[in-house]
């Protein structure tokens, strides 16, 4: 039984999830090992500038962009941020995003990050230090990004939106999940 929540994949295959507001690693062999504390990923945020005076934060969601490169989601009281992490260091910070994230992913070269809420999907540049929108699309079900990073897919209710740099296509599909399996010519 692994006690945990928000699971995401390491580049190496590895589970990691959020235990007690902490990032946790499910290795393939052997115990659990926490990657980054609770104490670690508040202590980064709390000394954020756009952040000072804030306390008590806890990592909800995690996505992995590289082996040492990853975003969280973390709360505290009515505040919600969406920080992204180089080792130990804040590289990217969006000071304030949607507190009911269902789900987050990063793309496969880790240059954008997905944030999927109640209200719709949110993609972010996680090149910038601002991490700036991209895109926004209306109600999620699924994110899937084509390896070249050329090409998203999102499912919506009723349809599966393929957006890619010069054209969208909309399949009039019902999908409950999606995976990239190879690149479209």
């Known amino acids: 039984m692994i006690g945990g929540c928000a699971p995401a994949w390491r580049p190496d295959g590895s ?6 507001g902490a990032i946790v690693q499910f290795p393939r062999t052997g115990r659990a090992q926490v990657l980054r504390s609770r104490t670690q990923l508040a202590d980064a945020l709390e000394g954020q500038p756009a952040l000072r005076g804030m306390s008590g934060w806890r990592a909800s969601r995690v996505a992995w962009l590289s082996p040492t490169r990853f975003a969280v989601v973390a709360s ?4 919600t941020v969406l920080a992204v992490f180089s080792g130990r260091r804040i590289v990217g910070l969006k000071p304030h995003v949607p507190s009911r994230v269902v789900e987050l992913r990063g793309s496969p070269k880790g240059n954008y ?3 999927g809420t109640a209200n719709g999907v949110r993609v972010y540049d996680a090149r910038r230090r601002d991490l700036p929108r991209v895109r926004r699309f209306g109600l ?3 994110v899937a990004w084509s390896s070249d990073e050329g090409w998203l897919a999102v499912a919506q ?3 599966v939106l393929l957006v890619g740099p010069h054209r969208s296509v909309v399949l009039p599909l019902r999908a409950l999940d999606l995976a990239w399996t190879r690149d479209l010519s």
Do not use: P
């Open 113 to 115: 990050v997905v944030l």
């Open 140 to 142: 999620l079900v699924s």
């Open 157 to 159: 209710k009723q349809k």
């Open 76 to 79: 505290t009281g009515s505040r």
């Open 15 to 20: 589970m990691t999830y959020i235990r007690r």
